[in-house]
DNA sequence: TCGCAGGTGGTCG
DNA sequence: CGACCACCTGCG
């Protein structure tokens, strides 16, 4: 933005089924920093804000945003939507294990992110750890993506296009230190640059340095694919402390989670990863 | 020093 | 086709 230009807050009411520590600490996302107030600040859709949520009045506050990008950017990205009291009920209904661990985290909603940007993160995201995850998407947007605004005193650079990415080899991109993942970046990006968008899981697999559980999360922060279930260590964990399934068998895992969460398998995932994120 | 962290690709049997 | 295992990097 430039400098002067008028900064305005956006405020929606009537928001249910909604907590932003949820929402931006479930494992969806990258580029959200918890402020000292509650609120979260980040950059998504080529837009930096702030939102603080009134969890007594439903009442939520977007800063640096206006209502047309609310209506245009914010209200799909935050899923506002759908009615996840419903989607708690009926998971609860007739598993109690589930109602436990909706109970600790009431207020997810399932971000509708970019499909590049998802790409990108969880290509990064295998086999690391959060603090690296989230330096290796920054040291990347800052080094090749492009200045989208100074908010707050900080300078926010947007995740590189796939065009940008593909031009580039694997040592160049050595002082992002993705380790082994520079060249997953690197060829994803290309084919994606070459082929287009991935819209199946098919098309997801095939990209370098995609396996089931990144294109399971691709497919489910990304592209809308709410029937996803990706099983990372987390969900391995709390699927065998709390259903008893054997921690090594993702088949029996995701063979559970078709027959008993069907189509809300991304909803049920992300209040299971919450819940022993929680709890450990 | 060494194991580990929101896994995957390569290589065996 | 299922079971290993190396792999960048930074931290405890």
Redesign the pocket.
């Known amino acids: 933005m430039k400098s002067g230009e008028a900064m305005s807050k956006f405020q929606k009411d009537g928001i249910k089924d909604f907590d932003l520590e949820h929402i931006f600490?479930?494992?969806?996302c990258f580029r959200w920093e918890r402020e000292e107030d509650g609120s979260y600040t980040g950059i998504a859709m080529g837009k930096v804000v702030n939102m603080a949520f009134d969890s007594d009045r439903g009442v939520l506050t977007i800063d640096n945003c206006d209502r047309k990008d609310f209506e245009e950017i914010w209200h799909r990205y935050l899923d506002l939507d759908r009615d996840y009291g419903q989607i708690k009920k009926t998971l609860s209904d007739e598993d109690d294990v589930m109602k436990k661990a909706i109970s600790h985290g009431t207020g997810i909603r399932i971000l509708r992110q970019d499909l590049w940007e998802t790409i990108v993160s969880f290509l990064i995201?295998?086999?690391?750890?959060?603090?690296?995850?989230k330096?290796c998407i920054e040291n990347l947007s800052r080094e090749f993506g492009d200045f989208v605004g100074e908010y707050r005193g900080k300078e926010y650079y947007s995740i590189p296009e796939a065009k940008v990415l593909a031009g580039l080899s694997p040592s160049d991109l050595?002082s992002v230190?993705?380790?082994?993942?520079a060249r997953?970046i690197v060829e994803t990006a290309s084919c994606v640059f070459e082929k287009g968008m991935p819209n199946t899981m098919e098309q997801l697999?095939e990209?370098?340095?995609?396996?089931?559980?990144?294109?399971n999360?691709i497919a489910l922060f990304g592209m809308g694919k709410y029937d996803s279930f990706p099983i990372?260590?987390?969900v391995r964990r709390v699927m065998n402390l709390l259903y008893g399934i054997d921690e090594n068998d993702k088949k029996a895992m995701a063979d559970f989670a078709d027959k008993h969460f069907g189509e809300l398998g991304g909803f049920a995932q992300q209040y299971l990863?919450y819940y022993i994120?929680e709890n450990s």
């Not at 230190?177 to 993942?181: A, D, I, S, T």
């Not at 990209?207 to 294109?215: Q, R, S, T």
């Open positions: 600490d479930c494992g969806q995201s295998q086999n690391n750890n959060i603090p690296r995850i330096g050595g230190k993705l380790g082994y993942r997953y697999t990209l370098c340095g995609v396996g089931p559980k990144v294109a999360c990372d260590v987390w990863f994120r």
